[in-house]
C-alpha cells in the first residue's frame, strides 16, 4: 500500500532534538514525506537544515506562530521575513501564519496580529507560494482576510465548524485533519460531523507533532498520521487506500515541492 503524508509537523522543535534520526527512520517506514514547520528564527534555521539533511524526505515550511506575534520585537519578525527571502526555492510554504483568538484577545494585540498575518500573506504571493493557515476561533475572520490574496491556503489543524470547512474546499483550499480528532473519537459528534463534511478531495492529513499525541503521555510522531487516515476511512466509508492516495496526491499538490 501507498504512503500517507505528514501534511504538519515540527521536528526542528527542541523536543525531538538529538532523536531526529531515529524518528526520521521510524517515520520513512511509515510515511511518504513529512512536512516540517519552522515558527521561529531559531526554527526556521533548524528546519531547513533537516530538510537538507534528510533531503527527499523533509520539507520545510516557515512561518512565525500567531499567539506569539503581537508581542514580537519588528526585528524578530524582520529576521523571519529575511529568512524566507533567501531560501524561498528551499521552501514548500509560507506559515504557519494566521490569526488565534482563543490566546490574544485584547483589541490592539489582535490587530497587530493581523497586520503581521497580512505581511505574510503579500509576501506568499510575491513569491508564489501555498500558506499554511493557523487559525483557533478565528477560522471564518482568517478565510475572509484570505479573500484579498491570490494564495492557497491549507488550514492546519482545523477544529472549526464543519459548515465553514466545506467553504474554505469551496473557495479552493485544503482542510488538514489531525490526530486531535483521534484523540476525540468516531464517536464526538463534532469530529463525526467534520470528517464526514470535508470533501476527501480537499482534506489534507498531519500530526502537529510533537504535539496532539493520540497515546497519553507519548510525544506525537509522523507515523501517528496513519491514525488519523484509518479514522477518516471509517467515518466516511470508504477503503483506507484511497484515503492515503487522495490526502497523500492532496497533499503534493498544495506544496508543489
Ligand atoms: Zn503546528
Known amino acids: 500500500m501507498k504512503k500517507p503524508v505528514d501534511a504538519h509537523c515540527h521536528l526542528c522543535f527542541k523536543y525531538f532534538k538529538g532523536e531526529e534520526d531515529e524518528v526520521v527512520e521510524r517515520s520513512r517506514k511509515k510515511v511518504l514525506r513529512v512536512y516540517d514547520c519552522?515558527?521561529?528564527?531559531?526554527?526556521?534555521?533548524?528546519?531547513?537544515?533537516?530538510?537538507?539533511?534528510?533531503?527527499?524526505?523533509?520539507?520545510?515550511?516557515?512561518?512565525?506562530?500567531?499567539?506569539?506575534?503581537?508581542?514580537?520585537?519588528?526585528?524578530?519578525?524582520?529576521?523571519?521575513?529575511?529568512?524566507?527571502?533567501?531560501?524561498?526555492?528551499?521552501?514548500?510554504?509560507?506559515?504557519?501564519?494566521?490569526?488565534?483568538?482563543?490566546?490574544?484577545?485584547?483589541?490592539?494585540?489582535?490587530?497587530?496580529?493581523?497586520?503581521?498575518?497580512?505581511?505574510?500573506?503579500k509576501l506568499a504571493e510575491e513569491l508564489d507560494k501555498p500558506v499554511v493557515i493557523h487559525a483557533r476561533d478565528?477560522?471564518?475572520?482568517?478565510?475572509?482576510?484570505?479573500?484579498?490574496?491570490?494564495v492557497v491556503a491549507m488550514f492546519h489543524c482545523y477544529d472549526g465548524p464543519a459548515e465553514l470547512a466545506r467553504r474554505i474546499a469551496?473557495?479552493?483550499?485544503?482542510?488538514?485533519?489531525?490526530t486531535i480528532h483521534v484523540i476525540r473519537g468516531p464517536k464526538d459528534e463534532r469530529t463525526r460531523e467534520l470528517l464526514e463534511t470535508v470533501p476527501l478531495e480537499a482534506a489534507l492529513t498531519e500530526t502537529d507533532s510533537p504535539y496532539?499525541?493520540?497515546?497519553?503521555?507519548?510525544?506525537?510522531?509522523?507515523?501517528n498520521v496513519w491514525r488519523v487516515i484509518e479514522l477518516l476511512a471509517r467515518v466516511k466509508g470508504v477503503p483506507v487506500g484511497e484515503v492515503v492516495e487522495t490526502t497523500a496526491r492532496n497533499a503534493l499538490e498544495f506544496y508543489d515541492l
Open 170 to 178: 469551496d473557495a479552493g483550499h485544503y482542510v488538514s485533519l489531525s
Open 38 to 121: 519552522g515558527a521561529t528564527p531559531g526554527t526556521a534555521r533548524r528546519t531547513l537544515e533537516l530538510a537538507e539533511r534528510f533531503e527527499g524526505f523533509v520539507f520545510s515550511t516557515i512561518g512565525l506562530h500567531p499567539p506569539r506575534a503581537p508581542r514580537m520585537q519588528q526585528s524578530v519578525i524582520d529576521d523571519v521575513v529575511r529568512i524566507i527571502r533567501e531560501h524561498a526555492d528551499r521552501i514548500a510554504a509560507i506559515g504557519e501564519i494566521g490569526l488565534d483568538y482563543h490566546y490574544v484577545k485584547e483589541p490592539g494585540e489582535r490587530r497587530r496580529m493581523r497586520e503581521v498575518f497580512e505581511r505574510f500573506l
Open 212 to 223: 496532539l499525541s493520540p497515546v497519553r503521555g507519548e510525544r506525537n510522531e509522523p507515523r
Open 138 to 150: 478565528a477560522e471564518e475572520h482568517a478565510l475572509e482576510v484570505l479573500e484579498d490574496y491570490d
